[in-house]
């Protein structure tokens, strides 16, 4: 059964910092990309970040550059997202997703097309609050 536990989300004051954790099961991790992204209700969803297990690369939406850091622990199948100066506008439900042809081109491509990720798999989301 294929499984993405994300977690790590809370309530923190703008300027604070949190580390979202996606634990992954049931599929091959080394041959998947893994994806952050969130949602406020409302709205659509937006990329946040990606990293890829394939090739490496990595992609930072251009709201989270310089403040938010991925990474991927392949030992335990578990892909990290550093989150620093957290601003309330970063407040939203963050989800995890795994896709084989996501990588830090595709995730980009996605992103400019506006809300729609086509992702094999999806957890379920953590709820990140910051307050100002």
């Known amino acids: 059964e294929v499984q993405l536990q994300a977690s790590g989300g809370g309530l923190v004051q703008a300027g604070g910092s949190l580390r979202l954790s996606c634990a992954a099961s049931?599929?091959?991790?080394?041959?998947?990309?893994i994806g952050w992204f969130r949602q406020v209700p409302g709205k659509e969803r937006e990329g946040v970040s990606c990293?890829?297990?394939?090739?490496?690369?990595?992609y930072y939406a251009d709201s989270v550059k310089g403040r938010f850091t991925i990474s991927s622990d392949n030992a335990k199948n578990t892909v990290y997202l550093q989150m620093n100066s957290l601003k309330p506008e970063d407040t939203a439900v963050y989800y995890c997703?795994?896709?084989?042809?996501?990588?830090?081109?595709?995730?980009?491509?996605?992103?400019?097309?506006?809300?729609?990720?086509?992702?094999?798999?999806w957890g379920k989301g953590t709820l990140v609050t910051v307050s100002s």
């Open positions: 997703a795994a896709d084989p042809a996501l990588s830090g081109v595709t995730m980009r491509a996605y992103d400019e097309k506006g809300g729609y990720f086509p992702m094999n798999y």
């Open positions: 049931g599929f091959t991790f080394d041959d998947y990309g």
């Open positions: 990293i890829s297990s394939k090739d490496g690369s990595t």
